[in-house]
């Protein structure tokens, strides 16, 4: 598979486990009125959800050394789907904080893996600038994400911020479906030498 695909695909990717985080934030005052919620029942849906997203992410190095990256990497973006939809159509507080724990723990996997099959089976040369660029994608993608989250709301209401996060994750999952390789890494870079690419990574550094 073409590394720059790969590479593309990740970075989207990665955009979305940012903008997850905090785009809800400007919906909150309208998470309030609707729900009849207290300021620290909204606020949850931001601090679960890190929370969630903080735990989840012990496991899924094991994880994904067991069952494969790739599949991990999918499995956590239909859970956020999951939590995403139940936020969509929740009918009451508690169902959407379970929500948006669901759609931390999921992307708690993209956030892990996503780095490392970016920069598997790519030239040493490589690895530095494609890290490099991966993180400032993050870094970018969450110092906007509240600004997008403030347009969302104030043109299409409170209630859209989290059918876009739906939209996204939907997005994402047929990106990651077709521009994540499943073959091994190294093979699909045409790597032969230590010199050419790296040895397969492991989560924590054992093969």
């Given amino acids: 598979m073409n590394s720059k695909i790969v590479l593309a695909s990740i970075a989207l990717i990665v955009i979305l486990a940012e903008a997850e985080i905090d785009i809800i934030a400007p919906s909150l005052p309208g998470l309030m009125r609707h729900y009849q919620a207290s300021a620290f029942e909204a606020e949850l849906a931001l ?13 899924v ?19 956020f789907i999951f939590g995403s939809a139940l936020s969509v159509f929740a009918h009451n507080i508690p169902v959407l904080l379970l929500g948006r724990i669901l759609q931390g723990a ?4 993209p956030t892990v893996i996503g780095l490392l099959i970016a920069i598997e089976g790519v030239s040493k040369a490589k690895q530095e600038s494609r890290m490099a660029m991966l993180n400032s994608i993050a870094n970018i993608s969450l110092a906007f994400t509240p600004a997008v989250g403030s347009m969302i709301a104030v043109f299409f209401g409170w209630h859209a911020n989290f059918q876009f996060l739906l939209i996204f994750g939907a997005v994402a999952l047929l990106v990651a479906v077709y521009g994540v390789p499943t073959m091994d890494a190294k093979r699909a870079a045409g790597c032969v030498t230590e010199e050419q690419c790296l040895e397969p990574i492991t989560m924590y550094g054992v093969n």
């Fill in 47 to 59: 601090s679960l959800n890190l929370i969630a997203h903080a735990i989840a992410g012990l496991w």
């Fill in 61 to 79: 190095g094991t994880l994904a050394d067991r069952f494969g990256r790739k599949n991990i990497l999918l499995l956590g973006i239909v859970t």
């Fill in 106 to 109: 999921g992307m708690s996997a």
